[in-house]
């Protein structure tokens, strides 16, 4: 059964700092992994999607790495500002759920940058 | 605005009652899903449809029943309400790949804070 664990389950940092959220994850036969981003009281948004036969995958300030045969991606903030504070999720498409859509979160990390 | 909206955003009620969340996408998508979020902010698949075809029922109690009068539309019915079922509840939509493979991020709406006394 997959299981996806988040660590830490909560950070809080300067603004400015550069910071590294953890995912890991049972079973490595995934199709693939993504980082969503949910603000207090609203729905997730999308980061970024890293297909099982990628490495990583950047979107401006952001890179998420993905290590499928470890079971373990980062998500990686740079120079983090006040406006990053938000709860991030990380969920696996498996590979054995034939070819649904399901994912499989965990339970976010909840991240406070203070100015 | 393109989106996935649902309706209402705020939900309480009685133990008893029956109670309807509903879903509208108008991003093009063939694919939409039911999530539930707890207390603890675990977010958990309860339902998925394609083109209006049940694919996805993680035991869920069957007096929740989803619905699909189209591709654009999912909407979630609860029968005798429960306190257990407060939560908050997400719809998400997605577009499917070639051959049924599922390879595309998934776009949530704002979600339906659901509240039972």
């Known amino acids: 059964k997959q299981e996806v664990t988040q660590i830490p389950a909560a950070l809080s940092v300067p603004e400015g700092e550069n910071l590294v959220l953890n995912c890991s994850f049972t079973?490595?036969?995934?199709?693939?992994l993504q980082w969503f981003r949910q603000d207090p009281g609203k729905g997730l948004t999308s980061l970024l999607l890293?297909?099982?036969?990628?490495r990583e995958q950047t979107s401006g300030r952001l890179n998420a790495s993905l290590d499928k045969s470890s079971g373990r991606s980062t998500l990686y903030i740079a120079a983090s500002q006040p406006g990053d504070s938000a709860t991030y999720l990380c969920?696996?498409?498996?590979?054995?759920?034939?070819?649904?859509?399901?994912?499989?979160f965990g339970q976010g990390t909840t991240l406070q940058v203070k100015p | 605005d393109t989106a996935v909206s649902q309706t209402p955003k705020y939900l309480v009620t009685q133990m008893g009652n029956d109670k309807s969340i509903k879903c509208e996408q108008n991003l093009g998508h063939d694919t939409m899903y039911w999530y539930k979020q707890d207390s603890k902010k675990f977010l958990k698949i309860m339902f998925s449809y394609n083109n209006k075809e049940l694919i996805i029922n993680e035991t869920v109690p069957n007096r929740f029943s989803p619905k699909s009068p189209d591709k654009a539309h999912l909407n979630l019915h609860i029968n005798s309400l429960e306190l257990g079922d407060s939560a908050v509840y997400f719809c998400?939509?997605?577009?499917?790949?070639?051959?049924?493979?599922?390879?595309?991020?998934?776009?949530f709406g704002p979600g339906t804070r659901l509240t039972v006394l």
């Open positions: 079973d490595s036969a995934i199709y693939n």
């Open positions: 969920a696996v498409r498996p590979a054995g759920s034939g070819n649904t859509g399901k994912l499989i």
């Open positions: 890293i297909q099982s036969s990628q």
């Open positions: 998400a939509s997605s577009l499917t790949g070639t051959g049924r493979r599922f390879t595309d991020t998934q776009y």
